[in-house]
């Protein structure tokens, strides 16, 4: 089955830039998706289909996605960002959905 | 507006079957090109991704607990079912529900989330 690969920790100064990879076979030919979660709350979508951002998400906050690698990145973070962070595909062949292990952000 | 949420016991013994619903409103899973899946989270680890049913009642499971899991739908009552047999420990987790394909027709996202129900599964 597909396997997502995620660091298990990220760590940035305020204002900096964050960049969260989530890597996989060919990844590049498959919609990434990615999910914010705070403690003890439901994950929040925050990039959907490799780039596009859903009603509501900042500009700071993008995603690409190339080969075997996707990448969440967030500009000019904040102590609000702080959160754990999923990428997922969905192949509607034979493992429809697939989650990576998460990445926990922490800003300095 | 759409909303999820989920429903079901906060504690289960083993080897019981456990039931979850999603009772969810704003949307029709009658409408072409959504789905409502089930994704789990035991304390402090990661998503887990269990069964997702779509509006065309085609149904797919995680091959890992596919012999555990039956997902169904209910559409006049704007309802999913999930259900696992022969629980274990190891099936303590928060469950969640979430809509597929509402940010995005041909989008495999989960836009949209219930807010978790936590079961224990403890003799």
């Known amino acids: 089955s597909y396997v997502l690969t995620q660091s298990p920790s990220v760590s940035v100064a305020p204002g900096q830039t964050a960049r969260i990879p989530c890597g996989g076979n060919n990844i590049g030919s498959k919609s990434v998706h990615w999910y914010q979660q705070k403690p003890g709350q439901a994950p929040v979508l925050v990039v959907y289909d490799d780039s596009d951002r859903p009603s509501g998400i900042p500009e700071r906050i993008s995603g690409s996605n190339s080969e075997n690698t996707a990448t969440l990145t967030i500009s000019r973070v904040e102590a609000g960002d702080e959160a754990d962070y999923y990428c997922?595909?969905?192949?509607?062949?034979?493992?429809?959905?697939?989650f990576g292990g998460g990445t926990k952000l922490t800003v300095l | 507006q759409i909303t999820l949420k989920e429903s079901g016991p906060t504690l289960v013994k083993p080897t019981q079957t456990l039931t979850l619903t999603c009772t969810f409103s704003g949307f029709s899973l009658s409408t072409r090109g959504l789905g409502v899946g089930w994704i789990r989270q035991p304390p402090g680890k990661a998503l887990e991704w269990l069964a997702l049913?779509?509006?065309?009642?085609?149904?797919r499971y995680s091959p890992s607990l596919k012999s555990r899991l039956t997902i169904s739908k209910d559409t006049s009552k704007d309802q999913v079912v999930l259900t696992v047999t022969n629980v274990d420990p190891l099936d303590t987790a928060t469950y969640y529900c979430?809509?597929?394909?509402?940010?995005?027709?041909?989008?495999?996202?989960?836009?949209?989330w219930g807010q978790g129900t936590m079961v224990t599964v403890s003799s």
């Open positions: 979430a809509q597929q394909g509402g940010i995005a027709v041909t989008s495999g996202a989960f836009g949209f």
């Open positions: 997922q595909v969905w192949d509607s062949s034979s493992d429809p959905v697939v």
């Open positions: 049913i779509y509006w065309d009642d085609d149904k």
